[in-house]
């Protein structure tokens, strides 16, 4: 044994990676880690353990020591999020490479997965953020006691369905002991289930369009060779040599690296990397050494398609075309020598007439096809090899059978491959030779016949040469189903991840690190980075920063988090004032609200009658949000899917203001748009005068559209910006917001006179002019403008507030469980009756012991949520005029004039759920700081919040498995610090 052979960590490596074991029949489990610390409990089984083979015992199988006499092993996969869930720190996630860490879902638009292969359409949990790994169970026919070895196992000529049966039986006897009994996964639920079993006909591995499969795999440095691999050549005319192990395997060195150290002509040296000497790169490499990153992906064929197309134009001939295979299995070339001789290059055929340009085999193996006039071997090919390990699902068409005569049935291929760099292996191969083909000498981009993407299913052509007619009419013939990337750790780094895993508390507050303040450059309002929240609960009550401005002034920042400090800051709003919204407030409609006018008893009592008019909202709500609600329930029905913002939170606030406050959405004049100012945002101007005159006449055709109800919820979305987060009063934001109030006022004030005019409806706009008319005794124009302060008070106060409130209750139960429902049974703290009662609800009951049961379950889960992500986690206030405050454990703070005074509800009310979660026993139902109850800026309209809240959460609850959607579109987008976007999908 040489020093190559001798340094390679066999025994670390799992099993199937770099030499096949051959197995039959697998099944495959796709799970979502619930709870870390129990599921590395049940990585570190002693069962689990001795089914997790290694490469050495595929090597050395005589040496094998059957776990449990199963005749299976298993491999371990975990995806990017799985390794997250786990507890792994920050500074180790940040080393994985982008593609790994991003996700295939993510890379779909990179790769060619587009229209019918598009992540919006894989089934299930595939390129979600809750699939966290996989565990296949391989079933060995031939790991027996006396028969350990695979070349004196005899198979028959074709797996009976019976025998296919007994098979998965093997596996599943297997899988429940590993399972000890248990329902599921200890720690994790199973989010899907795969099986697949190898196609024999007439003592042939077969694939599902008739092809010889299993032939030609990547000869590796330091795995079994066997007749079929290849490997790679250093010239054109030279012998065949081993690829670099760390091509496949991580911790060694690749192609590239041997090459560029001139290793290449010496066998004997280590292929191992060197250990790193910086510590998080040691880390890193410890982590993953002897890993290898796994590409997954369902594969669905249309078999029947496929046959049929050929039959029309030309039969086999066209078909081993398009694949660059006989369905032998022997290659397309001037001088093959058999069916498994693989150590062939293509050199005698540099112009594709014999194995065409564009055949499958040579797109992703060209071998010398692009060293042409270059002698360099298969240098440019030699970094872009993976390992494949696909095996088929559903039954086989055997040959000869006419397509229109064989079963319907859903036929594919789970296909895997091994790859130690996802971007310059697997995403290579996929986007620039299978999707794409510019090299390959074609005046246009010819995809792959066999697994290329068609975008929407159109027909395109094959070309067989350069001289011939191209086979025309052809459709795409395999399907992307779903697929995700993971990492297969040595066995060591699988020990290594499960010692990392913690026990997740999602009212845990974390010790953060807490970087240096800036007093020129840094955020003052990124609390988290510069603030050490836990200091402020458990020991002193403030923390301040200075922060200088570009004018030399110094502004001070005073930070508060605990509950007695907030409660007595917010008690003095008069010393403590919310002065710049009164000032914005003003600026943009030309007088106060009643949120900005200083605190008096005349404000207590205004204050008190409008509360009153919110009232009837309860009794009223579940009609007025009906309308809204079954549009998303038919969205849902139809297409399994919705934006959980624009399709939802913030469609139910609208709602509210249309039918309960009295305000509708202005319908544009025939040509004209309703706000110009909207089409300056889309053009990211804050003014349509500063768009070019081509743009304000063709703004249509340069893609702005909207709608009615649109434009409203923009303007509203702007002075909302402008009022309560343009805390830098960034001038963009100020201009647009200025502009839009200049065409909302209007609106509103149009609407109040046809009201004052009109009959009285039973809506807060009526309801106001009779309070102000009768008690108040305002008429005429001031009355207009008192109707229309409070008008704005509720829908800019409240429209967006309960929309993020919306999203950020529903993101945040979907982080905490597979699916929404788990998710509040995890809020819940689990129980038997929550699931009960959620599977009832989703079943179709609806009688009022049901409903009411639901809302009682519900109640608190959002109170935590909020308490967990509130929609206000910091509230400003401004000591104007300076102040000397006390704190509650007696610190006596000169407060200058000018200060900030930055309020932290969040971190108080996690404290609270911490505080509860280490007693074992529930938080208090009611939560004040949500909302500010008990304070002169409590919101009036928190209870009609609350009911849209539990109304959506009611709607999503009516379906089934309701979870993020695959890749970013199924994580929460924000724009302007706000909810924006995030798809979901269900059942």
């Not at 911490?914 to 304070?935: H, K, Q, W, Y």
Request: charged share 20%; proline share 6%; hydrophobic share 40%.
């Amino acid at each position: 044994m040489n020093t190559t052979e001798s340094a390679i960590q066999l025994d670390d490596i799992q099993a199937h990676v770099i030499s096949s074991a051959r197995p039959a029949a697998a099944k495959y489990f796709f799970f979502h880690i619930r709870d870390p610390s129990a599921f590395s409990a049940f990585l570190a089984s002693e069962l689990l353990n001795g089914l997790t083979l290694s490469e050495f015992d595929i090597q050395h199988p005589q040496a094998i020591r059957l776990a449990g006499d199963y005749q299976c092993f298993t491999n371990i996969a975990f995806s990017f999020n799985g390794l997250a869930r786990l507890g792994l720190p920050q500074t180790l996630l940040d080393k994985f490479p982008v593609a790994f860490r991003e996700g295939m879902a993510e890379r779909a638009r990179f790769i060619g997965d587009s229209g019918v292969d598009s992540p919006s359409v894989w089934e299930g949990y595939y390129g979600n953020a809750h699939l966290h790994g996989l565990i296949a169970v391989n079933y060995m026919p031939w790991l027996k006691a006396k028969c350990a070895t695979p070349g004196k196992f005899k198979a028959p000529d074709q797996w009976s369905a019976r025998e296919q049966e007994l098979h998965f039986e093997k596996i599943d006897r297997c899988w429940n002991a590993l399972l000890d009994g248990a329902a599921t996964i200890p720690g994790a639920e199973i989010l899907q289930r795969e099986q697949a079993h190898v196609i024999r006909y007439g003592t042939r591995l077969k694939e599902h369009f008739g092809f010889d499969d299993g032939i030609s795999q990547p000869q590796v440095a330091g795995a079994q060779a066997y007749y079929g691999s290849v490997g790679k050549k250093r010239s054109n005319d030279g012998e065949w040599y081993p690829l670099a192990l760390g091509e496949f395997v991580m911790g060694y060195y690749d192609e590239l690296a041997t090459a560029n150290l001139g290793r290449q002509n010496s066998p004997e040296a280590d292929p191992t990397l060197p250990v790193p000497a910086d510590a998080i790169e040691r880390a890193y490499h410890a982590l993953t050494m002897n890993g290898s990153f796994l590409v997954y992906r369902k594969l669905e064929q249309d078999v029947k398609g496929f046959r049929a197309f050929c039959a029309n134009k030309g039969g086999n001939v066209v078909a081993e075309q398009m694949v660059g295979r006989k369905l032998n299995g022997e290659p397309l070339t001037k001088k093959a020598t058999g069916i498994r001789d693989n150590q062939f290059d293509f050199g005698d055929d540099p112009d594709g007439k014999v194995c065409p340009f564009a055949s499958h085999m040579r797109r992703v193996n060209p071998r010398l096809t692009l060293t042409r006039g270059v002698n360099e071997g298969t240098f440019r090919v030699d970094q872009h090899r993976i390992i494949r390990r696909g095996m088929a699902y559903g039954p086989f068409i055997e040959p000869g059978t006419r397509p229109q005569q064989a079963p319907d049935a859903v036929r594919g291929l789970h296909f895997f491959c091994y790859n130690a760099r996802l971007d310059s292996q697997f995403e290579f191969i996929q986007k620039n030779w299978i999707n794409n083909c510019d090299f390959m000498y074609f005046p246009s981009p010819v995809v792959d016949p066999i697994v290329g993407n068609r975008q929407q299913g159109g027909a395109s052509s094959f070309p067989v040469d350069q001289e011939s007619m191209p086979v025309s009419g052809l459709q795409q013939f395999v399907f992307v189903r779903g697929g995700e990337y993971f990492l297969t750790p040595g066995k060591r780094g699988l020990a290594r991840i499960a010692s990392l895993a913690e026990t997740t508390n999602p009212f845990r507050m974390f010790k953060q690190r807490i970087d240096p303040f800036d007093p020129n450059e840094s955020d003052p309002l990124e609390v988290a980075r510069y603030v050490d929240s836990t200091e402020l609960i458990q020991g002193k009550r403030f923390v301040k920063l200075w922060v200088d401005k570009e004018n030399g002034a110094r502004t001070p920042y005073y930070y508060f988090a605990h509950r007695q400090e907030l409660n007595r800051i917010l008690s003095l709003p008069n010393l403590f004032t919310n002065d710049l919204y009164r000032k914005r407030i003003s600026a943009l409609t030309g007088s106060d609200m009643l949120l900005s006018s200083p605190v008096s008893q005349q404000r207590a009592e205004r204050k008190e009658r409008l509360q009153t008019l919110l009232r009837p909202a309860l009794s009223m709500l579940d009609r007025i949000l009906e309308p809204e609600l079954q549009r998303a329930r038919n969205i849902l029905r139809k297409t399994q899917s919705i934006d959980l913002v624009e399709g939802l939170s913030r469609r139910l606030p609208l709602a509210v203001i249309k039918a309960f406050y009295g305000i509708r959405p202005v319908t544009a004049e025939q040509g004209a748009p309703v706000s110009r100012t909207q089409i300056a945002h889309y053009f990211d101007r804050s003014d349509f005068s500063m768009l070019p005159a081509a743009w304000q006449e063709n703004y249509a055709q340069l893609g702005f559209k909207t709608t009615e109800d649109d434009t409203f919820l923009f303007w509203v979305r702007m002075l909302f910006l402008e009022v309560f987060l343009n805390q830098y009063n960034v001038p963009h934001i100020a201009h647009l917001a200025i502009n839009a109030a200049k065409e909302f006022v209007p609106v509103i004030d149009h609407q109040i006179r046809q009201a004052i005019e009109g009959t009285k409806q039973p809506t807060v706009l009526h309801g106001l002019i009779e309070l102000y008319q009768s008690d108040d005794n305002i008429n005429d124009a001031d009355l207009v403008a008192t109707v229309r302060q409070s008008m704005l008070e509720f829908m800019v106060g409240s429209t967006d507030t309960t929309s993020k409130g919306i999203a950020l209750v529903v993101s945040t139960l979907l982080g905490m469980g597979q699916d929404l429902a788990a998710g509040i049974c995890a809020m819940a703290r689990g129980s038997d009756e929550c699931t009960r009662l959620l599977t009832s609800w989703q079943q179709g009951a609806r009688d009022d012991k049901t409903e009411a049961a639901i809302d009682t379950l519900l109640n608190p889960v959002i109170t935590d949520c909020l308490r967990l992500n509130p929609v206000a986690p910091l509230v400003p206030r401004y000591c104007t005029s300076g102040a000397t405050y006390t704190t509650t454990l007696g610190d006596v703070l000169n407060i200058e004039p000018g200060a900030v005074i930055c309020l932290l509800p969040q971190v108080s009310m996690a404290a609270t759920l911490r505080e509860a979660a280490v007693n074992g026993v529930p938080a208090p139902d009611n939560e004040p700081l949500i909302f500010l109850d008990g304070t002169p800026h409590a919101c009036m309209g928190a209870h009609i919040a609350l009911l849209e809240i539990r109304q959506a959460l009611k709607l999503l609850l009516e379906f089934k498995n309701v979870r993020p959607a695959a890749g970013k579109a199924g994580l929460m987008q924000e724009k302007y610090k706000m909810p924006a976007s995030m798809s979901l999908r269900c059942e």
